[in-house]
């Protein structure tokens, strides 16, 4: 019995197809007479069940890079033969990010985006030593494994910039295609564990969902970083969703300068400069890790003329905003089913921690009720789905933070115990 499988994609079909509907690739389909086959079969292995206990390990260590907030991200530096993915939207800063994060190393830096003239401004700009720099813009891997061999002291990192211009001699669909990716990686990932080096792999994803490629990397690599923030915007936050050699709480913060990225460490970089208009603006202090943050959150809460209201939201979980435009609606009755709602977090950056519940619920009753939030006031708190104010994780800290910083007026499940109470701080002067 013959079977199909797309060369984009591998996903299998056991009749002939045009459009591959995993992929949407176009004619990918490839006849593979497996199906059925006895050749493929293998035999059943002899397989040893070691104890735990009697398996060696080696004592590794982290080495630091030359970025304060890359190395808190990573939880102190990077391990020998640790393979990183670090995804993110085209021009946020990632080449830079690592061309800077990795100059106490000596790196392998192959790049297919960008042309070594580029590359090597680039550097200059940064004031990087460029000495401790290998390029190429050459993308087969088998060619950049033979070239690293040759090497007389072996670089400790190769960064791969980026996964999807980079190929394998073994397979026949051009850079970019998910199997290309996946080959690509796996033999990279092979390699770095053999050699015990760092490989860094960079990938894009796009606002639009094209995430599908670096996306299938996530469970073969032992650390995927994601970087974000907004072009036009100075301020990227860089997180960690998974790390199999240390936690995954905390953030770096950066600030894309003429010269680079620059670090951060003032909690209120996100805060606009004080101005005038108040209304469905507030201020909600988080933590993040070790670190407290405080990010402006502003709604736009209008009647609609739509049949279905609308909810457009950046920087917050768009369900969560449903969630607690319910609790409004039930605990508040407010009439939000004919009101559409625009929620925004200033700098471009997301909020994941659930601190920020009861400033946005502030925001939101601020801008419906079209009554100011008093200046130098910030919210603190977890919304449970009764309306009543939790303590959430990190909540002594960021209040002992808002205190040193001049808030005036701070409220959290200490002196607020539901959300009903909203109407007592959000009231006409
Ligand atoms: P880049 O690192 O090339 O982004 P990515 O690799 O994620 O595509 O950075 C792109 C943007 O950063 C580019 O628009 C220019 C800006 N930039 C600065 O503002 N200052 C700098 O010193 C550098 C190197 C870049
Ligand atoms: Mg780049």
């Not at 994060?101 to 070594?116: D, K, N, P, R, W």
């Not at 209304?279 to 736009?300: D, M, Y």
Request: aromatic share 8%; hydrophobic share 35%.
């Amino acid at each position: 019995m013959s079977y199909y499988i797309c060369s984009n994609c591998d996903y299998g079909s056991a009749s002939l197809i045009g459009k591959c509907p995993s992929c949407n690739q176009w004619n990918t389909f490839v006849n593979k007479e497996r199906f059925n086959s006895e050749d493929g079969k293998e035999e059943t292995k002899k397989i040893l069940l070691t104890p735990l206990s009697k398996i060696k390990t080696q004592q590794k260590k982290k080495k630091k890079t030359g970025s304060f907030e890359f190395d808190r991200v990573l939880d102190d530096g990077i391990l020998p033969g640790e393979v990183i993915l670090l995804t993110g939207e085209p021009g946020v800063g990632k080449s830079t990010l690592l061309l800077q994060s990795f100059q106490t190393f000596s790196t392998v830096y192959i790049s297919g985006e960008e042309s070594a003239e580029q590359v090597r401004d680039r550097a200059e700009r940064l004031h990087i030593d460029l000495n401790r720099f290998y390029f190429s813009n050459e993308g087969q891997v088998e060619g950049i494994i033979e070239a690293f061999k040759q090497l007389k002291t072996k670089p400790e990192v190769i960064i791969i910039d980026s996964i999807q211009t980079v190929y394998s001699k073994t397979i026949e669909t051009p850079a970019g295609s998910i199997n290309q990716i996946k080959e690509s990686a796996n033999i990279l990932i092979k390699f770095a564990k053999q050699e015990q080096i760092a490989v860094v792999l960079i990938g894009h994803i796009t606002k639009d969902g094209d995430i599908a490629g670096p996306k299938t990397l996530e469970h073969a690599v032992d650390c995927v970083l994601n970087f974000e923030g907004e072009k036009i915007s100075q301020y990227r936050i860089l997180r960690t969703t998974k790390n199999r050699f240390g936690g995954i709480d905390e953030i770096g913060i950066f600030q894309m300068k003429q010269n680079g990225l620059e670090e951060v460490n003032n909690p209120l970089i996100f805060i606009q400069e004080e101005n005038e208009i108040s209304i469905g603006k507030s201020i909600v202090g988080t933590t993040e890790g070790n670190r407290s943050l405080f990010f402006e959150i502003q709604a736009l809460v209008v009647p609609s003329s739509l049949g279905i209201p609308r909810r457009i939201v950046k920087g917050v979980d768009y369900n969560k905003l449903l969630i607690l435009l319910a609790v409004m609606k039930k605990h508040l009755s407010l009439p939000l089913d004919s009101y559409d709602v625009h929620i925004n977090v200033i700098g471009g950056v997301k909020i994941t921690s659930p601190l920020a519940d009861l400033g946005i619920i502030s925001s939101v009753y601020s801008s419906f009720k079209n009554i100011p939030i008093a200046k130098k006031t910030t919210f603190i708190g977890e919304v449970g789905l009764l309306g009543e104010i939790r303590k959430g994780y990190g909540e002594e800290k960021i209040i002992r933070e808002a205190k040193r910083l001049s808030f005036r007026h701070i409220y959290s499940s200490i002196n607020i115990k539901n959300i009903n109470l909203i109407k007592n701080i959000i009231r006409p002067l």
